[in-house]
C-alpha cells in the first residue's frame, strides 16, 4: 500500500512580477529573463546589480519553451521550481539567464494551445497554403532564432565567467502541431524546422566565441596559446518526451479537421516524434563534424574566421558584427570553442515514472524491475491544475485524483490548484510538476558532473 505523505498546505502568498514582459516587439506574449546573482552591466532588471565575485563561475543559459520557462503565476508556487533552476543550484552556477517563452496556464481557457517553436518560420511556411491554420508572427511566441538575439542583446557580464553551459529546450509545439497536417507535408516542415535549429546553434556558437575572451576565464598553456577551459561550449539537449502522454492531448487538443481523425492525428504525432529525434541525432553528427578543431596554429585557424565573422555579424549586425568579429581576428592564437552536448532522454525518465506507477496499482512487475519500487504519485494522468465548475468550488482531492466540494481552494484563472500537488507527476496539462523536476535537475546535473557528453561516450 502506497505511503501518502503531505508536504503541506499551498502558501497563499502572492508573488509579485508581471505575467507578460514584452522583450520582442513582434509577440503580443513573454520572454522571460531570470538572473541569479548575474552581476550584468546595466540595471534592466533590479536584481541586475547582484554582488558577484571578481571572478564568476558557471553561468546557465536557457533557451526554450514551457519545459524549461521558469515563471511563477500567482497561486503557481505548487508548480516548484523548473529543473534548469534544480540544474543550477547542482552545479552552484553563478548566474542564470531563461530566455524561454511559454503561455501562462492561465489562458488554457481562452486560447488554442500553443508554444515557442524551434523554428517559426519553417511553422508558417507548412501552413501557408493550409485552411483552418492563421497563425501569423504577431501571435507567435519567440522561437530559437528570437531568443538568441535577445540573449545576444543582453549586456556581458562584469566579471568573467569560468564557463557558460546552455539548455536547449524545443521540439514539443514542432510535433504537436505538425502532426495536424498531412503527414509528408508535416515530416518536410519538420526537417526544416531541425535543420534550422542547429543553424540557429552555430550562431550562438558564434557569438559565444567572438566574445570568449572578453567574458570567461583564460589559462595560459606551455605551447603559449590562450584558452578558457575545456570543453568551451557545451550544450545540454534533453529528448522529447511524447505529447500524446501529456493530459493535454485529451483535454486540450482541438478536433482535428475533416478527413483527418484523431487516431490519424496521434499516430503521425508518435511517428514524427521519432523522426525528431533521428533527424536531431543525425544533425549532431554532422554539427560536431564541423566543428574545428582546437589549435595554437594562426594559419589553420584563418579560413574558419572568416566563416565565423559573416555568422557574427548576420546575428549581431553590421556594425557589432564587425567590431566582434576584428576582435576574434585580434585574438587569432585562441583556440576555437569545442562543442559538446548533454543529450539527457527526458522520454525515458518520464515513461519509466509512469511504468512504474502503473505497474505497481496493478501489483506486477517486469524484467527490468518497474513495478517493484513505490512510486510517490497518486496520479501520473491528471494533473494538479484542473479546470473548476462554474463558481470554482471543488477542488482536487488524494483519493486517486477524485474530487470533493470545498471552498476555499486557490485558483489560476478559473483552474483549480491541487491540496497537494507533489502527488501528481503533472503541474498542468503540459508540463510536470515540482518533484518530477526537482529529481530531472539532479540527473541531468549528475550526467553533467560525470562528463556524460556525446563525445565522451
Known amino acids: 500500500m502506497r505511503v501518502y505523505t503531505r508536504l503541506g498546505v499551498l502558501a497563499l502568498s502572492i508573488f509579485l512580477g508581471s505575467t507578460f514582459l514584452t522583450i520582442l516587439p513582434q509577440s503580443q506574449y513573454t520572454q522571460h529573463l531570470r538572473k541569479i546573482e548575474n552581476g550584468v552591466k546595466g540595471g534592466f532588471w533590479p536584481w541586475s546589480s ?6 564568476s563561475g558557471i553561468r546557465l543559459v536557457v533557451f526554450g519553451d514551457s519545459w524549461v520557462d521558469d515563471r511563477m503565476e500567482e497561486n503557481g508556487e505548487g508548480k516548484g521550481r523548473s529543473w534548469t533552476q534544480v540544474l543550477c543550484e547542482e552545479l552552484r552556477c553563478t548566474s542564470q539567464t531563461n530566455l524561454a517563452a511559454s503561455l501562462p496556464a492561465a489562458s488554457y481557457s481562452t486560447m488554442t494551445p500553443t508554444g515557442a517553436f524551434a523554428s517559426t518560420k519553417s511553422y508558417l511556411a507548412s501552413i501557408r497554403n493550409t485552411s483552418g491554420h492563421n497563425a501569423t508572427l504577431e501571435t507567435m511566441l519567440p522561437d530559437f532564432e528570437a531568443q538568441i538575439k535577445s540573449f545576444v542583446a543582453l549586456p556581458q557580464p562584469e566579471h568573467k565567467l569560468k564557463e557558460t553551459i546552455f539548455v536547449i529546450s524545443f521540439g514539443t509545439w514542432d510535433v504537436w502541431h505538425y502532426a495536424a497536417l498531412n503527414y509528408s507535408d508535416a515530416l518536410v ?29 583564460s589559462e595560459n598553456e606551455h605551447n603559449g596559446s590562450r584558452s578558457a577551459p575545456k570543453p568551451q561550449f557545451r550544450v545540454v539537449i534533453p529528448k522529447l518526451f511524447d505529447p500524446t502522454m501529456l493530459p493535454g492531448w485529451l483535454s486540450q487538443r482541438p478536433p482535428p479537421m475533416k478527413p483527418s481523425n484523431v487516431a490519424e492525428v496521434q499516430k503521425n504525432a508518435i511517428h514524427l516524434l521519432r523522426e525528431w529525434d533521428a533527424q536531431v541525432e543525425h544533425s549532431i553528427k554532422s554539427w560536431f563534424a564541423s566543428t574545428p578543431k582546437a589549435t595554437t596554429s594562426s594559419v589553420s585557424a584563418k579560413p574558419k574566421q572568416e566563416k565565423v565573422v559573416s555568422l557574427v555579424e548576420e546575428i549581431q549586425g553590421p556594425s557589432r558584427g564587425r567590431k566582434s568579429a576584428k576582435k576574434l581576428q585580434g585574438n587569432a592564437g585562441m583556440s576555437p570553442p569545442r562543442k559538446d552536448i548533454f543529450y539527457y532522454d527526458l522520454n525515458q525518465f518520464l515513461t519509466e515514472i509512469i511504468l512504474e506507477h502503473r505497474l505497481e496499482d496493478g501489483g506486477i512487475s517486469d524484467a527490468t524491475g518497474l513495478g517493484t519500487q513505490e512510486s510517490p504519485y497518486v496520479s501520473v494522468s491528471d494533473p494538479c491544475l484542473r479546470e473548476g465548475d462554474s463558481g470554482g468550488e471543488r477542488r482536487m482531492a488524494k483519493g486517486g485524483g477524485s474530487m470533493e ?45 560525470q562528463g556524460l557528453t556525446l563525445r565522451a561516450t
Open 50 to 55: 547582484g554582488h558577484a565575485e571578481e571572478e
Open 189 to 217: 516542415a519538420q526537417e526544416k524546422a531541425v535543420a534550422d535549429m542547429f543553424v540557429q546553434l552555430d550562431k550562438l556558437y558564434a557569438h559565444h566565441r567572438a566574445t570568449l575572451e572578453a567574458t570567461h576565464l
Open 405 to 449: 466540494e470545498t471552498g476555499d481552494a486557490l485558483e489560476i484563472n478559473g483552474y483549480l490548484v491541487c491540496e497537494s500537488p507533489d502527488e501528481h507527476l503533472f503541474w498542468d496539462d503540459f508540463t510536470i510538476g515540482g518533484l518530477a523536476k526537482e529529481k530531472l535537475g539532479r540527473e541531468v546535473a549528475r550526467m553533467i558532473k
